[in-house]
Nanobody, 119 residues
Framework: QVQLVESGGDSVQAGGSLRLSCTASAHTYCMGWFRQAPGKEREGVAT???????SYADSVKGRSTISRDNDANTLYLQMYSLKPEDTAMYYC????????????????WGQGTQVTVSS
């Protein structure tokens, strides 16, 4: 199974920006970001496939950019205009049945990186 390591989580003020990174141990077709806030179910944030097709959840559309460095097997999530409701553990995932923000389609997960946004 592909191993994933996330980084970049931090505590920031509302309106700030962060860039999350996820490095995979192998080349994969689809990679995605998901998040889970305390007391809530994990939800999809964004996905990217090898040819650059992307998808975003409505909650982050226009405030986030997902990108990949395929040579480095690394996925990024640049987040802007952060809100307190963006506070969550952010997970990277791969080995997907389909490249959409549907959690159950993904078979390999990282340990997560914490993002905390204060007002």
């Amino acid at each position: 199974q592909v191993q994933l390591v996330e980084s970049g989580g931090d505590s920031v003020q509302a309106g700030g920006s962060l860039r999350l990174s996820c490095t995979a141990s192998a080349h994969t077709y689809c990679m995605g970001w998901f998040r889970q806030a305390p007391g809530k179910e994990r939800e999809g944030v964004a996905t990217s496939d090898l040819v650059g097709r992307t998808s975003y959840a409505d909650s982050v559309k226009g405030r986030s950019t997902i990108s990949r460095d395929n040579d480095a097997n690394t996925l990024y999530l640049q987040m802007y205009s952060l809100k307190p409701e963006d506070t969550a553990m952010y997970y990277c995932a791969t080995e997907a049945l389909a490249c959409t923000t549907v959690e159950s389609y993904f078979g390999a997960w990282g340990q997560g990186t914490q993002v905390t946004v204060s007002s």
